[in-house]
């Protein structure tokens, strides 16, 4: 039985960018709450997985399986009291949370110092997750918190607009994942007009092709390829007003 004062966190990057099913997602966020940490792991049975997430230890089972096969969770051993049991620890999401080497398998770790393995997440260590997935934006000189914000807001609203407009889709410019792709380009200099030109290059590309039109999302196209997408995106430009201006000289030497 679950302490009435248990909870699991689930981020929207889990949501979001790792696409996993019902238990899979479940039993990732409870794996991802013990892994923060250099040395943090979850020590626990399926058992206790199936209590937290309600579904039962086979399908808790198929899903840690799932997770390893992915690179999302990786399996460990260690010596608690004398005895070998299995870690597990989250992994694959290192562009978002960093993860620290673990230390050679089999090495003597502390218990997990809470009752019958319950993670405990503060409110202070959920906020410092948020700070390490929201870095604040540097605001040029002069520009108060309050001007920056209302830009930044401005920035990702007509970011995702245009998105939506190109593709006919509904994406919300409020979404955490949709907010922290923005910002971050935003913090490295590229402006809304460097946003729209990848977003177009990549729906002149995708947009009739169905296995790639799915791509055309903000995590994708204002991830972590953009700068790529976007040299893509200037030299198709360029190439595109080299060809107009050989056609107008052309157009000009024959009317004379």
């Known amino acids: 039985m679950l302490p009435d004062n248990a909870y699991m966190v689930i981020q929207s990057f889990m949501r979001d960018e790792l696409h996993l099913a019902k238990t899979e997602l479940l039993v990732y966020a409870v794996i991802h709450g013990f892994s923060q940490g250099g040395d943090g792991r979850f020590v626990g049975t399926n058992e206790f997985l199936s209590e937290w997430t309600g ?18 969770v990786e399996k460990g051993q260690a010596i ?50 948020r700070e390490k997935d929201n870095p604040p934006i540097c605001p040029p000189s002069g520009e108060s918190g309050k001007e920056r914000d209302a830009a930044t807001i401005a920035a990702v609203t007509d970011a995702v607009d245009h998105l939506n407009e190109k593709t006919g889709k509904a994406f919300r410019p409020t979404t955490a994942s949709t907010v922290r792709h923005v910002s971050a380009r ?14 177009d290059l990549k729906c002149s590309e995708w947009l009739g ?28 430009s360029g190439k595109a007003r080299a060809y ?11 009317n004379g």
């Open 55 to 72: 579904a039962s230890e086979r399908s808790v089972k198929a899903a840690v399986g799932s997770l390893c096969g992915k690179g999302l």
């Open 80 to 129: 608690i009291d004398g005895k070998s049991v299995r870690t597990l620890k989250a992994m694959g999401v290192q562009k978002l949370h960093p993860v620290q080497k673990l230390p050679l398998e089999g090495a003597e770790i502390a218990p997990t110092p809470c009752k019958n393995c319950t993670p405990y997440i503060s409110k202070k260590d959920i906020e410092k997750d």
């Open 186 to 199: 935003l913090r490295e200099s590229y402006t809304v007009d460097d946003l729209n030109a990848v977003t």
């Open 209 to 236: 092709d169905p296995r790639m039109a799915q791509y055309l999302r903000p995590e994708t196209l204002f991830g972590p390829k953009f700068e790529g997408y976007l040299q893509q995106a200037r030299a198709s």
């Open 244 to 254: 107009s201006r050989f056609r107008l000289r052309g157009e000009g030497g024959g």
